[in-house]
């Protein structure tokens, strides 16, 4: 399944570091998702982007901002986190109101 | 919101085996489906089955919408089934995914 992409696929940084997290769908969809995947917990609902618009922000620390500059790609940049931020963030994109989302193999991220 | 629990959280089977994994939600939904996580963390679209039944290869699901569950049935287990199954609902008014804890499925050859 190569229709969402994500890089980097693994990622290590210190408290103090800037980073960002890209993902790219080529599966002509117009909505795109952030989601955060800790160990033992359901995965959570970050931001929801549809046509480029925030449509979701599901209360997430302004350590986090997304950016969509067009319905095919998603940032997420990342500055000042916590060790309790490390993580699986995943991507997903769909039509809007569309049944179904596809996901990016996801970037494990790990903050010292 | 809604609540999504699935059962068992950890299953660990025989190669060849049947088994059924079970996702109860606490509302109404208008959207269901089942994902399988593979061991390196890629999240693949199995079912979109907000009723009724679907049936894919060794795969199946049901989702008996009026009783709040749904069923995801693995039958002959083969060791590339191993991974997390998530059910994730969405319902009416609400547009989006709320996944449960899954459960972990490990063939074993």
């Known amino acids: 399944e190569t229709g969402v992409t994500q890089t980097p696929r693994h990622l290590v940084m210190g408290m103090t570091n800037k980073k960002s997290l890209k993902c790219e769908q080529h599966?002509?969809?117009?909505?795109m998702y952030w989601y955060k995947q800790s160990a033992k917990k359901p995965l959570e609902l970050m931001f929801v982007?549809?046509?480029?618009?925030?449509?979701e922000n599901n209360s997430v620390p302004s350590r986090f901002s997304p950016e969509c500059p067009n319905s095919s790609h998603l940032f997420l940049h990342l500055h000042t986190l916590q060790p309790e931020d490390s993580a699986l963030y995943l991507c997903?994109?769909?039509?809007?109101?569309?049944?179904?989302?596809?996901f990016g193999p996801g970037t494990r991220l790990l903050v010292l | 919101g809604i609540q999504v629990e699935q059962s068992p959280p950890d299953l660990i089977l025989q190669e060849g085996a049947n088994s059924t994994l079970r996702c109860n939600f606490s509302?109404?939904?208008?959207?269901l489906q089942w994902f399988h996580q593979n061991p390196w963390g890629q999240l693949i679209n199995l079912f979109y089955?907000?009723?009724g039944t679907k049936q894919n290869g060794r795969l199946s699901a049901t989702t008996v919408a009026t009783e709040r569950y749904s069923l995801l049935y693995i039958s002959s287990s083969q060791t590339t089934d191993s991974g997390v199954y998530f059910c994730?609902?969405?319902?009416?008014?609400?547009?989006?995914?709320?996944f449960g804890t899954g459960t972990r499925l490990t063939i074993i050859p």
């Open positions: 509302d109404s939904v208008n959207n």
């Open positions: 997903a994109s769909s039509h809007q109101g569309a049944e179904t989302q596809y």
């Open positions: 982007y549809n046509f480029k618009e925030q449509t």
């Open positions: 089955i907000p009723s």
């Open positions: 599966l002509g969809h117009n909505a």
């Open positions: 994730a609902v969405e319902n009416f008014g609400n547009e989006k995914l709320t």
